[in-house]
């Protein structure tokens, strides 16, 4: 037996995989102190809306791996269809050359986006996709003349990718201190918690009506441009749902609004879709959703569900246009952008989508998944529940009637006793304390009644301890 054979026959067992994990695995977003004296979760397999552990325990997969796993897992169409391209073409780069699969999956996500946005960019991320938006924003203005437009405008508590530019666009400060200085040229306005509408504006409004709430959050936005310089600033970044600081749907009215103000002062409107296209809201995209038409929209993670890493920015054809004159191209790509395989596989995907109804089944649901969830505003630890589609967060305050958030300390101990008693309870979520602390929730999109109540059982269990050991 070589060297190479003894080393991997060693993590066969679970113990020899523990060790390994230990010894060589740098996972990510993980605080690895904490497993020097306890496991690490190893799950091997998953089927349908459930994974399970190297033990054989049995988990819900309550956030879709990352938002992403729409179909579920253990699909053997989508893995055929990755494996019949490998046969054919296993790879072939984008860089002035072409091959079928990119070509009918952008034709495809074309015809799916809102107004003309009828131009695909692939990529392999959602932060891939992020950072080439916003390149090409500024590519874009400088062949329009326009060269002084190059900042960015984003929402506090937003997350939009980990890459140095799609960071600065981020607007979580903890996540962004250990790599300053970064990228200059990013402003952050207010975001649409209406629950919090009270704070966000000093007092101005109590968020009781959400429309003046939402009129009032997006004129921040124009006085965000005015105070850079409409000059200066390139585009503005919104998620349809804003993921970080636990899902804020936009109040009635405000993207709208938005639009008027992007148009007024020549700014780019980005939706960021890595979590909300492809059926998280019941649409292909959130722009359709809340009827808004963006400029861009970058998305990941549902394109695939799961099954093949792949991303893009959907770009409307005023932007391609200077692209189109003489030797002029966008000095930007990604080795493995619109691989063959991740297209191939993302084409069956929608295929699925369509054959089975998927949308529309979601929207069905999408009332009997918020109902459930709202049962637990009897427990006096919840304060809000919120979202849309299957996608949800659920905001934890230490008081119900004065909604007293939790302090960084609280929320910190309170989040790492969640996310811990929550998967000990076979309900794989997230606990997140970037905002206030608040559990999300983005379950497959097959799932149904059956598994909201096995989710709403676990959290209804998990919570009252909380409330008890506060």
């Known amino acids: 037996m070589t060297s190479v054979e003894s080393q991997v026959s060693t993590v066969v067992n679970l113990d020899g995989l523990q060790q390994a994990a230990r010894d060589h695995l740098w996972m990510h977003f993980t605080r690895h102190g904490v497993f020097q004296d306890s496991e690490v979760p190893v799950i091997v397999r998953g089927e349908g809306a459930y994974v399970y552990d190297a033990h054989g325990k049995r988990y819900l997969d309550g956030l879709s791996g990352l938002f992403l796993s729409q179909l579920g897992h253990g699909r053997e169409d989508l893995v055929e269809a990755g494996a019949r391209q490998a046969k054919k073409l296993a790879y072939f780069p984008l860089w002035g050359y072409a091959h079928p699969g990119a070509i009918e999956l952008a034709h495809r996500i074309a015809g799916y986006a809102p107004g003309d946005l009828n131009r695909v960019f692939f990529t392999t991320s959602g932060g891939e996709a992020v950072e080439s938006a916003w390149k090409l924003a500024k590519q874009y203005f400088k062949l329009s003349g326009k060269s002084g437009k190059h900042k960015v405008i984003s929402r506090s508590i937003s997350y939009h990718g980990t890459t140095q530019g799609a960071l600065s666009i981020t607007g979580i400060p903890s996540l962004k201190a250990p790599f300053e200085p970064l990228v200059p040229s990013t402003a952050h306005v207010p975001n649409t918690n209406v629950y919090r509408a009270d704070s966000i504006t000093g007092g101005l409004l109590d968020g009781s009506d959400p429309e003046a709430f939402g009129r009032w959050a997006a004129d921040q936005i124009e006085v965000a441009i005015l105070s850079e310089g409409a000059d200066t600033v390139a585009a503005v970044f919104l998620e349809p749902v804003q993921n970080a600081g636990g899902c804020f749907p936009p109040p009635p009215g405000y993207f709208q609004r938005v639009r008027e103000i992007c148009d007024r002062y020549d700014v780019l409107l980005v939706s960021d879709e890595v979590i909300c296209a492809f059926g998280r809201l019941g649409?292909?995209?959130?722009?359709?959703?809340?009827?808004?038409?963006?400029?861009?929209?970058?998305?990941?993670?549902?394109?695939?569900?799961?099954?093949?890493?792949?991303?893009?920015?959907?770009?409307?054809?005023?932007?391609?246009?200077?692209?189109?004159?003489?030797?002029?191209?966008?000095?930007?790509?990604?080795?493995?952008?619109?691989?063959?395989?991740?297209?191939?596989?993302?084409m069956a995907n929608l295929d699925a989508f369509e054959n089975e109804g998927v949308l529309r089944k979601v929207v069905e649901r999408e009332g009997e998944f918020r109902r459930t969830l709202e049962k637990l505003k009897d427990l006096p630890i919840v304060g809000d529940v919120r979202g849309d589609g299957f996608f949800y967060g659920i905001e934890l305050v230490k008081d119900q009637i004065t909604r007293a958030a939790f302090g960084p300390a609280e929320s910190n101990d309170l989040s790492d006793f969640l996310s811990k008693a929550l998967f000990e309870a076979g309900l794989y979520c997230r606990s997140d304390d970037r905002g206030d602390t608040v559990i999300q929730l983005a379950p497959p999109l097959i799932c149904d009644q059956k598994q909201f109540d096995e989710i709403y059982q676990v959290l209804d269990s998990v919570l009252t301890e909380a409330s008890e050991r506060l």
């Not at 038409?293 to 993670?301: N, S």
């Open 283 to 346: 649409h292909i995209f959130g722009a359709d959703r809340y009827d808004y038409e963006p400029d861009m929209i970058t998305f990941a993670k549902g394109i695939t569900s799961g099954y093949s890493p792949l991303g893009g920015v959907v770009a409307s054809d005023r932007l391609m246009e200077p692209f189109l004159q003489g030797h002029t191209k966008f000095l930007h790509g990604y080795t493995f952008g619109g691989h063959p395989v991740s297209t191939a596989v993302a």
